[in-house]
Structure formats: C-alpha cells, structure tokens
C-alpha cells in the first residue's frame, strides 16, 4: 500500500494559477500511473487526468481539455504535480490524487487537499 500525501492548497483569487503536490511513500514509486481527481461541495468526485508513471504520458477528462489543467511527474522526488491556471470559483474544491494499475482500478487514495477560490 503507498501513502500519498497532497500539498499546495490554498485560499486563492480567480484567474491566478496554483501547482497542487503528490507525494508517494517509500523509496521509490514504481506503480503503473497516479492521477488527480476533485470533489467540489455538495458534488461528486471527479477525475481530472492521469499520468503514466513510467512514460509520462497524460490523459485528462475530456471536459477539461481547455488546457487549464497540466499534470507532470518527477520519478526521483515520488512526486506528481496539476498545474491549474486560469483558476475559477468553479475549481473550488477538495482535491485527491490516487494511485493506479493498468486496468485503470485505482489502490491508494490521499487525503486530499483543499482549494478555495475567491473573487
């Protein structure tokens, strides 16, 4: 079981941009993808976008495919990165990042961390 641990939330203005952090237990994740997901109030959890860990390769729900959102991955640090810019009080919300096999079966959830955006 990996421990993944979010970080970079924050109370922020609309239109300003936020780098959320995923960080994996252990010396070295070597799982097969981790993705970011959000639960805004009163909604379901959603997913965002995946990334495969060894490749890079990155895939985003396709309603968001405005470009706001990046997800990235650093192998060395466990870390996986989302990038949103152009923030709107619609991002406001709980954000998860998980791990993944290569069914697309999610194993460890985070606890998430929490964006509130204000204008």
């Known amino acids: 079981q990996v421990q993944l641990a979010e970080s970079g939330g924050g109370l922020v203005q609309v239109g300003e941009a936020l780098r959320l952090s995923c960080v994996a237990s252990?010396?070295?994740?070597?799982?097969?993808?981790m993705g970011w997901f959000r639960q805004a109030p009163g909604k379901k959890r959603e997913f965002i976008g995946v990334i495969s860990w060894q490749r890079g390769n990155t895939q985003y729900d396709e309603s968001l495919k405005e470009g706001r959102f990046t997800i990235s991955r650093d192998s060395a640090k466990n870390t996986m990165y989302l990038q949103i810019h152009n923030l709107t009080l619609e991002d406001t919300a709980e954000y998860y990042c998980?791990?993944?096999?290569?069914?697309?079966?999610?194993?460890?959830w985070g606890k998430g961390t929490t964006v509130t955006v204000s204008s």
């Open positions: 998980a791990t993944l096999n290569r069914n697309g079966d999610i194993e460890d």
């Open positions: 252990g010396p070295t994740y070597s799982g097969y993808a």
